[in-house]
């Protein structure tokens, strides 16, 4: 994980890079992934960032557990700081806003153009160079806002309900026909809908549910790893750590080791999930 450094490049834009949870409490936040895996607790509801991706959704509405290889770059926008009337901005940031206030939280598969302006202003953090750093922003979020699809609410409204219906019983598999059928969705627009909603496909977010649970209890129980690996579904240990290993980044021991190690020295660990 990368050490954290912002740059309030415009009034209404802060550009923020590395993976650490910020003090923002206000605007929208739009976070591309490098790479590692971000989970999002929003309106009892869970989201996954992973790399590639794109997160759009207000900051003072999230709550967030990551990867230990998490690696990302965010854009903070505030339109309430936006100059009335300017006209040196090169990016409306009130248009923006108003074109995402009714479809947040918003995941989109960042193109390769999207991928490589944010890698180049991720160098550019690197050097400080503001002047670029607002070049290589404003081109970014020009290309996000043409890159947004529209949702029809019915098609979201079932996308989050499969989610939720997931979450209750991450131990049962659910197929996509069966989902499809009890959400009254074509089997392929739910796929598609619940990758963007939700950010993965359907099997990725049952394993990235799995998986952040089992940090959890990790974290915030003594239960053994076998008795954990059990509890999200895995009769296997050597399989549940690989698992485990493959969303979260470490073993399941050397999670929990480094984590023990950080609360011992006083150091908060910053990839700690919150039971919610």
């Not at 992973?50 to 998490?70: E, F, H, K, P, V």
């Not at 940031?93 to 153009?113: E, H």
């Not at 009254?184 to 990725?204: A, H």
């Not at 399989?239 to 290993?245: S, T, Y």
């Amino acid at each position: 994980m990368t050490s954290m450094e912002e740059y309030q490049i415009f009034p209404d834009i802060k550009l923020i890079c590395g993976a650490e949870k910020t003090s923002v409490n206000d605007g929208i936040g739009i976070t591309y992934c490098f790479e590692g895996v971000r989970e999002y607790y929003i309106g009892e509801r869970y989201f996954y960032l992973t790399a590639g991706n794109c997160m759009i959704c207000r900051n003072n509405a999230i709550t967030c557990a990551d990867s230990t290889d998490l690696r990302t770059i965010t854009l903070i926008i505030d339109s309430k700081n936006a100059p009335e009337g300017s006209d040196v901005m090169l990016f409306d940031s009130r248009s923006f806003t108003d074109k995402l206030s009714f479809c947040m939280p918003y995941i989109i598969k960042a193109d390769s153009k999207i991928s490589k302006l944010f890698a180049e202003t991720e160098k550019f953090c690197k050097s400080s160079d503001t002047v670029m750093l607002r070049i290589r922003a404003v081109e970014a979020l020009m290309l996000i806002s043409n890159s947004l699809n529209s949702i029809t609410a019915d098609k979201r409204e079932k996308a989050l309900a499969a989610s939720e219906f997931i979450c209750g019983d991450i131990m049962t598999h659910y197929t996509i026909q069966q989902l499809s059928e009890r959400f009254r969705m074509n089997p392929t627009t739910l796929k598609e809908t619940f990758r963007q909603i939700c950010g993965c496909s359907v099997y990725t977010y049952v394993k990235n549910r799995k998986m952040f649970r089992a940090a959890e209890l990790l974290l915030h129980t003594d239960m053994k790893i076998i008795d954990i690996a059990a509890e999200v579904g895995y009769c296997n240990a050597s399989k549940f750590a690989k698992a485990f290993c493959n969303v979260i980044g470490k073993t399941p021991r050397h999670f929990r080791m480094e984590h023990n190690k950080l609360l011992n020295t006083g150091i908060p660990s910053v990839t700690a999930p919150a039971l919610y």
